[in-house]
């Protein structure tokens, strides 16, 4: 187990701490005392000695109360509203949170579904087999259907499930491909020619044969999603397949548009990346059987954590180089696609407009425009609004019983704030 120094989440109270709870204590953990206790716990009651003993160290952490959002423009409320930030990453943990550590609860479950991925994608043509083995063989983090799996476990303990069902499993197989394909398409859009540093597959295989593939992907899983003979997934996921066209379009019309709202750059994030995050964690619950409320909770969690995730996307997109990357750094600004880090610095920076809506046509422009970015203070305005995300999906999480699945998915939200530490 990973042995971390204490992270203190002194959640204050405001208008959006009515997202998940109504706590006001704060506590200092250490982070392997708390996961031995979630393992004493699991092995007994949900509400029993492990509970209780947690309790100790977070009072009142179990009221919940319930937030549902039914449309992304609910956004724009969240926006100029942020709570005092209380995730402190100043100390730093003597043994960093890695993804290898948070999975480790889940590992036979995604062992199984790196199994089944490149079967499932490429049974039905050798180009689409050749094709799966650089799309699933390229690292990927199979974060999504990790989170399907920790969520589903974690909900399952509620219900008595000692098992997860094939449903589980299969929505997370869904998951998986439908996030391949909307990377493939994305891919050809943005012209890249690497993705997690290895050769793109319209590089290696031509435009044709990779918008093919992805087309297979978002229809074979849309085949699979229908047999799961759930409405409420069924209309759930495919709520997030037009998310993403709708994110592309908004993105499209939206290049070097300097007057671009942060606003409306939290909802594009939600259409091209939350809404499957979101989607993901609010499936797996309703597979498990719980109320509604808990899945509208978990949903909650998935959408907040997957904000948080593309805002430090966009805030290493300047402060990494092209080598961690996988791709050229600051491709997004070179392409005109304004990020968090942008927005805010041209709220200081009145020459970094003139810059932008010349689109980089001089010599030197865009590193010039790199460096306003980097000495204005947007990215560190960012990064306070990453930590106010992560923040909300904390909360989120106070709904479910203490478990080591539990731990992994608020990890999860300290995993990805350490990125930009």
Known sequence: MMSMTSHNLDFGRSVLDLVACGCSSSASIHRSSVRKIAMTGSRKSNRGCGARRLVCCRQNLARCRVYSTKTPETLLNEVGQIPPTVLNLKEKSTSPISLANIF??????????????????????????????????AGGKRLRPALV??????????????????????????????????????????????????????????????????????????WYLANLENLEVIKLISQVIKDFASGEIKQASSLFDCNLELEEYLIKSYYKTASLIAASTKGAAIFSGVDGS??????????????????????????????????????DLAKGNLTAPV??????????????????????????????????????????????????????????PRSPFRVALEDMVMFNLERFV
Do not use: W
């Open 104 to 137: 480790e609860v889940v590992a036979e479950d995604l062992q199984t579904l790196n199994q089944n991925l490149k079967s499932i994608v490429g049974a039905e043509n050798p180009v689409l087999m050749s094709a799966a083995e650089q799309i699933f063989g």
């Open 149 to 222: 799996f920790l969520v589903s476990r974690a909900t399952a303990e509620l219900v008595g499930l000692k098992e997860l069902t094939t449903k589980h499993r299969r929505l997370a197989e869904i998951i998986e491909m439908i996030h391949t394909a909307s990377l493939i398409h994305d891919d050809v859009l943005d012209e890249s020619d690497m993705r997690r540093g290895q050769e793109t597959v319209h590089q290696l295989y031509g435009t044709r044969v990779a918008v093919l593939a992805g087309d297979f992907m978002f229809a074979q899983s849309s």
């Open 294 to 331: 808990l899945s509208k909770q978990m949903y909650e969690y998935g959408r907040n954590l997957g904000l948080s995730f593309q805002i430090v996307d966009d805030i290493l997109d300047f402060t990494q180089s092209a080598e961690q990357l996988g791709k050229p750094a600051a491709s």
């Open 343 to 400: 927005i805010f610095a041209l709220e200081k920076e009145p020459k970094l407009r003139e810059i932008i809506e010349s689109e980089f046509c001089e010599t030197g422009s865009l590193d010039e425009a790199i460096k306003l970015v980097k000495t204005s203070g947007g990215i560190e305005k960012a990064q306070e609004l990453a930590k106010e995300k992560a923040n909300l999906a904390i909360h989120n999480l106070h709904c479910l």
